[in-house]
């Protein structure tokens, strides 16, 4: 790595006060053009672990450009990972206050709770299946914390994927016996349909993208713990949002997720 220690501490902590105040900065790349992807995971373990000395829980994972167009845009070989913070967690229902937030936007998703680990390499779709409790909707809140949302690759992975908030319906389901790759999901704000998916507009298919994080965390010696609520990545383009915004989504057969901004 280029960066030293205390460096990738410093990025660590600004991005964190960005989060935490909600204020934008410049994207860390301007000033670290050289920055390669382990330095920057190495900044998000950072700002993990400095929530976790101050007793925030990390409540699961998150993967983060899972679809092909999002793939070719940004240039990259594969998705990317972070982590979610449990203190940002909300129930279908709940009035989610913006000035939190810099920029918000929402994405349907899908997300897995495991029965067991699951660590790569190795790992594929019968794999997770076979690992999964049950199955959930949720909807994700992404929120970049560099001006204008314009990052690069290094930059959001540094910055944990835009992470910043996650809300999840009350029906849970196997996973065995339903077709992720088909469920339909339907998301309205202010009751107009916005944007439309199915679960293989997920990498082909949802549990694809959990068995690439387990690959991915493999490499790293690392494992996706059982009980931990895993983001399988947006099915559909993240929509804005603002104070006064009503979103639903409509999930096929897991029922009807939703939130009032306030």
């Known amino acids: 790595m280029n960066l030293s220690l205390y460096t990738i501490a410093m990025l660590?902590?600004?991005?964190?006060?960005?989060?935490?105040?909600a204020t934008a900065v410049a994207k860390i790349t301007d000033d670290h053009p050289g920055m390669d992807l382990d330095e920057a995971y190495a900044i998000q373990d950072a700002i993990r672990a400095a929530k976790a000395a101050r007793g925030s829980p990390v409540a699961g994972l998150k993967m983060g450009l899972t679809s092909g167009a999002k793939i070719a845009q940004m240039g990259v070989k594969e998705p990317i990972y972070g982590f979610l913070n449990g203190e940002h967690e909300y129930q279908s229902g709940a009035a989610i206050?913006?000035?939190?937030?810099?920029?918000?936007?929402?994405?349907?998703?899908?997300?897995?709770?495991?029965?067991?680990?699951?660590?790569g390499p190795g790992c594929d779709v019968d794999e997770v299946l076979a690992a999964t409790a049950y199955v959930v909707a949720a909807v994700e809140i992404i929120d970049s914390r560099?001006?204008?949302f314009k990052f690069d690759v290094a930059s959001?992975?540094?910055?944990?994927?835009?992470?910043a908030g996650y809300v999840?319906?009350?029906?849970?389901?196997?996973?065995?016996?339903?077709?992720?790759?088909s469920i339909g999901m339907v998301l309205r704000k202010n009751g107009v349909v916005t944007a439309t998916a199915t679960g293989a507009d997920v990498l082909g298919h949802p549990a694809a993208s959990v068995a690439m994080l387990a690959n991915m965390l493999g490499q790293r010696g690392r494992a996706i713990p059982a009980g931990v609520l895993i983001l399988s990545g947006g099915a559909t383009e993240a929509i804005q949002v603002a104070a006064g915004d009503?979103?639903?989504?409509e999930y096929q057969w897991l029922g009807t997720v939703s939130m009032q901004f306030t």
């Open 156 to 163: 959001v992975i540094a910055d944990n994927t835009s992470a």
């Open 97 to 119: 206050p913006t000035a939190r937030f810099i920029h918000p936007k929402v994405e349907a998703e899908i997300g897995f709770v495991l029965s067991r680990p699951l660590q």
């Open 146 to 148: 560099y001006e204008h």
């Open 12 to 21: 660590a902590e600004r991005l964190e006060r960005a989060e935490l105040t």
């Open 246 to 249: 009503q979103i639903s989504v």
């Open 168 to 181: 999840t319906g009350s029906v849970r389901h196997a996973a065995t016996g339903r077709d992720l790759q």
